[in-house]
């Protein structure tokens, strides 16, 4: 039986396996634990299943000597520097596939609320804005034989493309099209790549040049993809037709950032695996993953 550390709350059955197996210390809070608090916590762990809110890099793993198996609670794993892990022979896990289909629905739910303004109508209805119909009123784009241009065509990008094809666009992907062309030629800019060294920051001033006048810029990726002071720029000086967002930097965006104040932007709380199934299937496999690592295995989805 090893030390497990949890580090927070996950209400579904995968946890009872992992806790009939181990030792395990729950963080019952509703935020993550604070950096230094962590590396208390996982003072004497052998095992971690941790979230995409959770750092961890060499200051950690400094603080774990006995670690030796981690799960992410996440397809994403910017959160670890891998490294790090790597030289320290510690296996990481993560939760591939399982979520592709919530977070295509979802990139595909702000591609048709920013197209079709539906923030914009809400907000009108709620003010007493809607005086009758309008033959000009609240136009938006038509989906149908617009052009979605999909950054990262791996399993949620090639998703997200299997609706736009059920839409009737047209969809270019960044491998073959390089990215330039695809910027130039999409009306609709769906990011689907991992946040990287060599992607962060993919999208900024001159990318954002690039794309079409009154283009839709989609992010279900990482925020960190996005430089959102030329964001907000692009969407300021109308270049930019609407900007729908999952995922910000940082997590969670302080109410006060500048980009809040930029117009035609939808910003969601980084939900896109947020459906019940979803969130159950990555607790599964992020305890699988765990009991394959503690017991010497190799890990069912190794990240
Ligand atoms: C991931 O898994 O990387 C998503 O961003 C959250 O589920």
Redesign the pocket.
């Known amino acids: 039986m090893a030390r497990v550390l949890v580090t927070r709350r996950l209400p579904f059955p995968a946890l009872d396996r992992l806790a009939a197996a181990h030792d395990v210390t729950l963080w019952e809070d509703d935020l993550p634990p604070a950096p230094e608090r962590l590396r208390e916590l996982v003072a004497d762990a052998e095992g971690l299943l941790c979230l ?1 809110t959770d750092r961890i890099d060499a200051t950690l793993l400094d603080a774990a000597p006995k670690l030796r198996a981690i799960a992410v ?4 794993t910017d959160n670890v520097d891998h490294a790090v892990t790597r030289a320290r022979g510690i296996p990481v896990g ?2 591939p596939g399982v ?1 592709t289909d919530a ?1 295509a629905d979802l990139a595909f739910a702000l591609i048709l609320a920013a197209a079709r303004r539906l923030p914009e109508g809400e907000r009108a209805v709620r003010a007493g804005e809607w005086r009758t119909w309008e033959p000009a009123g609240w136009l938006g784009l038509e989906l149908s034989g617009a052009t979605l241009g999909i950054v990262g065509a791996g399993r949620i990008g090639q998703a997200v493309a299997r609706r736009a094809e059920g839409f009737g666009m047209t969809v270019i992907t960044s491998r073959p099209t390089p990215l330039e062309e695809l910027l130039e030629s999409s009306d609709v800019v769906s990011l689907h790549v991992p946040l990287t060294d060599a992607t962060r920051h993919l999208i900024n001033a001159d990318t954002l040049a690039r794309m079409k006048p009154g283009a839709i810029l989609v992010n279900t990726a ?1 925020g960190g993809v996005v430089d959102q002071v030329a964001l907000a720029q692009a969407l300021r000086e109308g270049r930019l037709g609407a900007a729908a967002l999952d ?1 910000t930097d940082p997590e969670p965006l302080p109410p006060d950032d500048p980009l809040l104040d930029a117009p035609n932007l939808l910003v969601l709380p ?1 939900v ?3 459906t019940h199934a979803t969130r159950a299937r ?1 607790a599964d496999m992020a305890v699988d993953n765990l009991l394959a690592g503690l017991a010497g295995e190799p890990m069912p989805h190794p990240a």
């Open positions: 995409l609670y996440a397809v994403g993560n939760t979520l977070t990482r995922v980084h896109g695996s947020a990555m």
